[in-house]
C-alpha cells in the first residue's frame, strides 16, 4: 500500500465518521510502521497518532500503565543520557517514520511534540537526526535543548555542527527553567569525547557568563545536582560582581568540591579583612577539608581570638580537624587536647560530650578507664562503641574485665568491635577464666555472646582452650558441656589441621587427658580425623 492508497481508504473511511490516519509514512517505503493502521476519532487523531508511535518506541523502557510521554518529559539528565545511548544501539531499529508524522501533524501539544522530536533526534540515522535537530531550532523546550546538547557529542561531525548551531537558538528562545532542567547535559558534555573544547568553553559556557544570562547563573548556583552547581560557580567565580556574597554562599555548601573551590577563591582573591571574617565563617562548613583549612589559614594570619577557634575545633564532629587542633594546642599552648574532652565529659560545659567521647576514644590513657566504664551503660550502642574502643586503647588490649563488660551490651556497632578485638582478648582467655565466665557474673545474655565469639577463633585453638579445661564444680561441668557441644556445631567448617597437630589431637583423645564425658570425647575425635 502506498501513500496515495492510505490517503484515499481514509478518505473513504472518513464519511463514517472516523479518521483512519497512518501512524507512519516513510519516504523510501520500507519502514515496518507504514502498514499499521489505526482508527482514531478524527479530533483526535493527530496527537493519538503520535502518541502511538511514541509509546511503541518506549515500550522497552517504561512499565505498561505509564503515560510514556510524561515519563519522558519528566526524565532526569542522567536518564536522557542513558535513553540516547541505549536508543543509539546496535539493535535499535532505524526509523525515520516519527519525524515524517510529526512533520504532517504540526498541531500537536507542544509536550507531545517535543517528546517526538527528542526520539528522532536520538534516532540511529544521521539524517534523521539532523533533520530532527532543524526542527527542534523553532520549538524551545527542556527536552528539545537536552537533545541538541546530547547531539553536540554526535559521531557525525556534521550533526554535531548543527547541534552546536541549534543550542545557541535554542538558548535564545528558552524559558530560564528549561535552560536549568537541560544544564546537567551541558555540563556532563565536559567529559565527552567528541566535542569541542573550543566551542564548549568558549562559546556555551561563555554564554552563560554574560550579564544578560545572570538569572540563569544564578538559578544554576542552587542546582539540586553538585556537578552543575560546581560548573556554575567556576563561571560565576569570573564573572558576578559580588564575588565576596557569592564565596560566603559557597562555603557553606553541600558539596565539599563547591565550598572548597570558594574557599581557593576566597585566600587567593579576597580582602584581608573579608579572609578573616569568612574563614571564621568556614569553620562551620558542611566540609571537612574546609574547615581544616580555613583553621589553617586563620593560624597563619594570626587573627584576633586565635585560641577560641582552636579550642572549638577540637571539639569538630570530624577526626581530622581535632587532631589538627589537639596539635596546633600542643604547639601553642604546650596543652594537651585530651584535657579538653576530660572536662566536658564531667561538666559538660560546652554541650559537645559525644564528640569529647569520640575524642577520648582515640587517646584515651589509663586514667581515664573508669570514666569510660561508667559511660558504657548509660549510651546508646553508638557511643558504647567509643567507650570500648578507648577502653581497649587506654589498656593496650581487650582485657577480660573490658570483655565482660562488652557481652552485656546489645547492637551491632559493639558486636563488630568485638568480633575485630577477638585475637586480642582471646590471649588472656586461659581454661581458668573461661570456666569461672560460668559463675563469677555475667548474665546468661553475656554467656551466650561469649559462645558467638569463641566461634571466631581458629577452630584448633578453640579446641585446646577446651581440653586445657577441667572443671572443678557442678555448674562448671555443665558450663564446659555446653562449650564442647558449641564447638561440635562449628566443627565441620575448614580449618587446615597439620599431620604433627591431628596425631597430637588424636593421642590426647585416645589417652583420656581431657574432661569430656566419653560419648563426647568420640564425637570430637571424629570431628578431628575427619577435617
Known sequence: MNEASILRESARLRHGGVLALAVCVLHDGHSPWWKQMMLIPHPDAPEAALRAMIEQILKGFVDEGVDRVHWLQTLSPLGLFDLDGRRRSWWAANDDGLLACLQACAAVPVGVQTAALFLAGSDGNGRTREAALLVMRSVPSHLTLSCALLRCNDWVAEVRAVAQDVVMSLLGQCAVRDVLKAWPVAVRLRAAQRVGPAWLEGTLFAWLSSPSNRPVLEGL?????ARTRLAAYVVALRSHPDRAALRAHALRDSDPHVSHLALADLLQQGEPDEIDAQCALALSAPSTRVRSAALRALVEREVAGMDEYIEAAAFDRSRG????????????????????????????????WREALEALAEHAEVDDVPTLRALLPEVSPRHQRNCLRGWVRAEGGA??????????????????LLASATALWAAE????????????????????????????????????????????????????????????????????LGASRRQALVSRLEEGRHALPEAVAVRVLAAVRGA
Do not use: M
Open 321 to 352: 580537624v581535632r587532631r589538627l587542633a589537639a596539635w596546633l594546642l600542643q604547639q601553642r599552648q604546650a596543652r594537651p587536647a585530651i584535657a579538653l574532652w576530660r572536662d566536658e565529659l564531667k561538666h559538660g560545659r560546652r554541650g559537645r
Open 399 to 416: 582485657s577480660l574485665a573490658l570483655l565482660r563488660e562488652a557481652l552485656e551490651v546489645r547492637g551491632r556497632t559493639v558486636n563488630a
Open 429 to 496: 582467655l586461659d581454661p581458668a577464666r573461661l570456666l569461672a565466665f560460668c559463675h563469677d557474673g555475667p548474665s546468661p545474655v553475656a554467656q551466650a555472646a561469649l559462645l558467638a565469639q569463641l566461634t571466631k577463633l581458629p577452630l584448633w585453638q578453640h579446641l585446646d582452650l577446651l581440653l586445657e579445661a577441667v572443671p572443678q564444680r557442678e555448674d562448671e561441668r555443665a558450663w564446659h558441656l555446653r562449650l564442647v557441644h558449641d564447638w561440635l556445631r562449628v566443627s565441620g567448617q575448614y580449618s587446615p
Open 221 to 225: 548556583l542552587g542546582h539540586p545536582d
